[in-house]
């Protein structure tokens, strides 16, 4: 309805003159002949009779819009704020908020995108969360975090150091911890999928997706699994562009399958 649509500096506000403009439209297209689909018809009717309740509201209350976005969203800037537009009105409840329920039908829509435009869009997902869910992820990916030589032991079990340690790690360690085994696994493991390293990557992070699920803590985004992943020459190699870490860093299957309430095994 609104010139630049999502894309404009304002999105997420309409103003008395996108109203008129839709206005005229809608009546336009109502008026045009030979117009038989009822249910077309039926449709465009309640949009003008709408936008005609909410030209009556800005009259009413004196305002020079309407914001159909939650307070928090709006006060995003408008790059994010034309990406939360997004989610909410096509992956979620067009309830003007968008809930982590919305983040997550997102991020399983945008992975599915293979290249830098569903890469680059899943970034921008994950920036969303942190602004408007600062208590839910990771602040930094800089600090503490075990890596496998800290905690990997030989045969019969592999994970008892680290079950042992994992429940003394702060909540922002045991994220990054997660991430990091995340990312070998979805890179220096494929060497052999069928290996000793991969099963064992797999339970380590069935470990720990359960012990962050319990305590609700941070959960680590797609971009802490890449940054941290990155920060290992090995796991770099196989990372090297937005093509490569779309194809390797799904959150379907690095993140859903262990973090939520479904308990993999």
Known sequence: MAPGGVERPECGAVRPADLERGVARLTELLGRPGQRDDGKKNA????????????????????????YLNEAEFGLQPRLRSAAIEIDFSFGDKDGK?????????RRHYGQVRGPVG?????????????????????????????????????????????????????????RTYADIAARLATVANRAPDSDLSQVFEEALVLLGREIRSRNSVRPTITDIARIGCEDPQVKEWL?????????????????RYLTNTDPN
């Open 98 to 106: 968008v809930s982590t329920e919305d983040i997550q039908e997102a």
């Open 44 to 67: 465009l009717a309640l949009v003008l009779e709408r936008t005609r309740s909410l030209q009556d509201i800005i009259r009413r209350e004196g305002t020079d819009g309407v914001v």
């Open 119 to 175: 890469w680059n869009r899943l970034l921008l997902t994950d920036e969303i969360e942190r602004r408007l869910y600062p208590e839910r992820t990771l602040r930094s990916t800089e600090g503490l975090r075990l890596l496998p030589e800290d905690w990997l032991t030989g045969p019969p079990d592999s994970l008892a150091r680290l079950r042992k340690v994992c429940r003394y790690l702060d909540d922002s360690a045991l994220a």
């Open 240 to 256: 090297k562009t937005p093509i490569e870490m779309s194809r390797r860093l799904q959150p379907s299957s690095l993140l859903d």
